[in-house]
């Protein structure tokens, strides 16, 4: 991926103006690029579409169209958006749905604004950012969804892509849980290379996002090696 231009891109869709509002104001006046706000899951849609943020900031809960079905819409759309969930719950199975559809992050609300701005660059540059206690939820249930069988569409497989040693590497740390920002300091490494090899995975293994490239990582066992 290119390397970041500028001030980062962000939208902030929520329901409640003066919350919408306070979040906006807080990225701004950090140096960020409010680009666009959206208080429904349609209008964020329509304006996430025109706008073109780097990060989406998304409440899960929204009238006229549920935050997972925005997430996924827009991550099917552009998978180089990276979504940051902000939600009021902390409950796991809005946790894991957000995951699966897409989003990089969740940050439960009781979150500070200077973890909110950290969480924000993080996931601009692809890194996972989970409230406390979420990741490792978020990674036993990657482990239980690869423990369970493949969909019947994979054929065989008769010619498994090529990884680089170097690429195998990088994938397992990340089905180990590791950020970005730890496999470039385990393998001494610069993060934006961390970033290439696991973009060229992606691309060799066809897979849209991190949640898919951990799946087919621990379906392989490579988080056991």
């Known amino acids: 991926m290119s390397e970041q231009r500028g001030p980062i891109r962000v939208m902030v869709v929520d329901d409640h103006p003066m919350w919408r509002d306070a979040v906006a104001r807080d990225l701004a006046?950090?140096?960020l690029d409010v680009v666009a706000t959206a208080g429904d899951g349609e209008q964020a849609v329509r304006r996430a579409k025109a706008a073109a943020?780097?990060?989406?900031?998304?409440?899960?809960?929204?009238p006229a169209k549920p935050g997972v079905q925005v997430c996924k819409e827009l991550v099917a759309a552009n998978p180089a958006l990276r979504v940051l969930v902000l939600s009021a719950s902390g409950e796991h199975a809005d946790v894991l749905e957000a995951v699966k559809s897409g989003a990089t992050g969740y940050l439960v609300k009781s979150a500070s604004t200077e973890e909110l701005l950290d969480?924000?660059?993080r996931t601009a540059v692809g890194d996972p950012v989970f409230t406390p206690g979420l990741a490792g939820l978020v990674l036993g249930e990657y482990r239980r969804l690869a423990a369970e069988p493949a969909p019947a569409a994979d054929t065989g497989e008769p010619d498994a892509p090529r990884l680089t040693d170097r690429e195998t590497e990088v994938l397992r740390l990340v089905a180990k849980g590791l950020s970005y920002k730890q496999i470039a300091e385990r393998l001494v490494i610069s993060h934006r290379t961390v970033q290439n090899h696991v973009q060229n995975t992606l691309g060799k293994l066809q897979l849209h996002n991190r949640v898919e490239l951990v799946r087919y990582a621990i379906e392989r066992g490579l988080d056991e090696e």
């Open 53 to 62: 943020p780097d990060v989406l900031v998304l409440d899960l809960n929204l």
């Open 119 to 121: 969480a924000v660059r």
């Open 29 to 31: 006046e950090s140096g």
